[in-house]
């Protein structure tokens, strides 16, 4: 049995962890906190990395460090995580929903003017499958009606957009170091702040509220209630076994991207045929693998597909199922616009297992599979 996805896993991971005992440090902010989120900042250059306990919680912290309140309005894509819309109905605000491009499944940053209005507070763009939402564009919409930005990169690290990191484009950006993500730490996540004067602030909120950050680093003598807050800050056991992968970055992306590329040519003839239409990752982007999808004909096509690969002992799975005709989405939001490819295009697409053990014998095998599927 092929398995959709394993997490990943590099075998110096335990070495870490047991250090992180022996340090006998195992709540938050310790050695191994303290390496990731440095390796964070250097690798993308952001002002400042706050390691948390999941993308999710990320999200929260953008929100909160937004200043959203009740009846502010979000524009995001419906094609996503509940994650993304939650972070702001949590806070009272309404989530517009934009419908995405067909061709990166990113929202369409042509439809987000139209879709603003004098509640319009923030935009938040997700990075799908890891390849980059067209940033220039979204920035400047965003400075002409002074919104905020913030990305939902959990799926995005080691990506660029024209040389930039992910993440460190908008004012907040969100990454994610859930099993099924290229980097992880079981659950776990990391908020990338661009402007340093939400530092403090930010701090503050992932401490419950409290300067004991500032504390820490010997910047006061005791530690007060600042603001509201809470405990967004992860164990340094978990960010233990994180900072392995980090340690082998570059080995585990491009064994990853040279997996993506060969399922990329195996399947190029189908496409050609016109049997299926793969991934497009327009210019300027540079990808981090993270996701490997075909969409087929149709829903019915993509079902079957998905039955023949199991048949075979090959898991593969659709993806999401929109934001906006879910029984939240119905209740708490709105979608701008027609609908012309979100649903649609949400339902041919099918994702093919990806993961860093995935060997290139059995995205042969996979790939195969799929051909004589399209009986090719
Ligand atoms: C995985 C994912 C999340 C949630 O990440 P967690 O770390 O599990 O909270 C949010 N948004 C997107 C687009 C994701 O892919």
């Given at each position: 049995m092929i398995r959709f996805n394993v997490p990943p896993y590099t075998g110096t991971e335990m070495k870490n962890v047991q250090k992180a005992v022996e340090n006998m440090?195992?709540?938050?902010?310790?050695e191994f906190t303290r390496k990731c989120s440095e390796y964070l900042e250097k690798t993308t250059g952001t002002a400042k990395c706050l390691l948390t306990t999941s993308c999710t919680q990320a999200l929260e912290m953008a929100a909160l460090l937004c200043d959203i309140k009740p009846g502010d309005e979000v524009i995001l894509?419906?094609?996503?995580?509940?994650s993304t819309a939650n972070a702001f109905v949590l806070r009272g605000a309404v989530p517009v929903f934009v419908d995405v491009r067909?061709?990166?499944?990113?929202?369409?940053?042509?439809?987000i003017e139209g879709a603003i209005t004098e509640k319009t507070k923030v935009i938040c763009v997700v990075h799908y499958a890891g390849v980059a939402c067209e940033m220039d564009r979204i920035m400047e919409i965003a400075d002409k009606y002074h919104l905020m930005v913030v990305e939902d990169a959990a799926q995005a690290i080691m990506s660029t957009y024209k040389g930039r990191p992910l993440?460190?484009?908008?004012?907040f950006g969100c990454l994610s170091f859930h099993?099924?993500?290229?980097?992880?730490?079981g659950e776990g996540g990391a908020l990338l702040i661009r402007?340093?004067?939400?530092i403090e602030d930010a701090e503050i909120l992932r401490e419950k509220g409290t300067d004991r950050s500032k504390y820490f680093r010997g910047q006061v003598d005791k530690y007060r209630w600042m603001n509201y807050g809470s405990s967004f800050l992860p164990s340094d056991m978990n960010a233990a076994y994180l900072y392995a992968q980090f340690e082998v970055a570059d080995q585990i992306n491009d064994t990853r991207l040279s997996r993506w590329n060969q399922y990329y040519e195996l399947l190029k003839p189908l496409q050609e045929a016109g049997k299926i239409e793969l991934p497009v990752i327009p210019e300027g982007c540079v990808h981090n693998a993270h996701m490997f999808y075909i969409k087929t004909k149709d829903l019915k096509e993509r079902t079957e597909l998905i039955q023949f690969m199991k048949d075979n002992d090959i898991l593969t799975v659709f993806h999401y199922?929109?934001?906006?005709?879910?029984p939240a989405g119905l209740k708490f939001g709105r979608f701008h616009g027609e609908d012309r490819y979100t649903t649609r295009e949400s339902e041919r697409l099918v994702r093919l297992p990806m993961f860093y053990q995935l060997t290139a014998k059995q995205v042969d095998y996979i790939a195969g599979k799929v051909k004589e599927f399209y009986g090719v």
């Amino acid at each position: 049995m092929i398995r959709f996805n394993v997490p990943p896993y590099t075998g110096t991971e335990m070495k870490n962890v047991q250090k992180a005992v022996e340090n006998m440090h195992i709540c938050g902010d310790g050695e191994f906190t303290r390496k990731c989120s440095e390796y964070l900042e250097k690798t993308t250059g952001t002002a400042k990395c706050l390691l948390t306990t999941s993308c999710t919680q990320a999200l929260e912290m953008a929100a909160l460090l937004c200043d959203i309140k009740p009846g502010d309005e979000v524009i995001l894509p419906s094609y996503t995580f509940v994650s993304t819309a939650n972070a702001f109905v949590l806070r009272g605000a309404v989530p517009v929903f934009v419908d995405v491009r067909p061709d990166t499944m990113n929202i369409d940053e042509n439809l987000i003017e139209g879709a603003i209005t004098e509640k319009t507070k923030v935009i938040c763009v997700v990075h799908y499958a890891g390849v980059a939402c067209e940033m220039d564009r979204i920035m400047e919409i965003a400075d002409k009606y002074h919104l905020m930005v913030v990305e939902d990169a959990a799926q995005a690290i080691m990506s660029t957009y024209k040389g930039r990191p992910l993440g460190t484009i908008g004012d907040f950006g969100c990454l994610s170091f859930h099993e099924t993500k290229n980097f992880s730490m079981g659950e776990g996540g990391a908020l990338l702040i661009r402007d340093p004067r939400h530092i403090e602030d930010a701090e503050i909120l992932r401490e419950k509220g409290t300067d004991r950050s500032k504390y820490f680093r010997g910047q006061v003598d005791k530690y007060r209630w600042m603001n509201y807050g809470s405990s967004f800050l992860p164990s340094d056991m978990n960010a233990a076994y994180l900072y392995a992968q980090f340690e082998v970055a570059d080995q585990i992306n491009d064994t990853r991207l040279s997996r993506w590329n060969q399922y990329y040519e195996l399947l190029k003839p189908l496409q050609e045929a016109g049997k299926i239409e793969l991934p497009v990752i327009p210019e300027g982007c540079v990808h981090n693998a993270h996701m490997f999808y075909i969409k087929t004909k149709d829903l019915k096509e993509r079902t079957e597909l998905i039955q023949f690969m199991k048949d075979n002992d090959i898991l593969t799975v659709f993806h999401y199922v929109p934001l906006h005709s879910a029984p939240a989405g119905l209740k708490f939001g709105r979608f701008h616009g027609e609908d012309r490819y979100t649903t649609r295009e949400s339902e041919r697409l099918v994702r093919l297992p990806m993961f860093y053990q995935l060997t290139a014998k059995q995205v042969d095998y996979i790939a195969g599979k799929v051909k004589e599927f399209y009986g090719v």
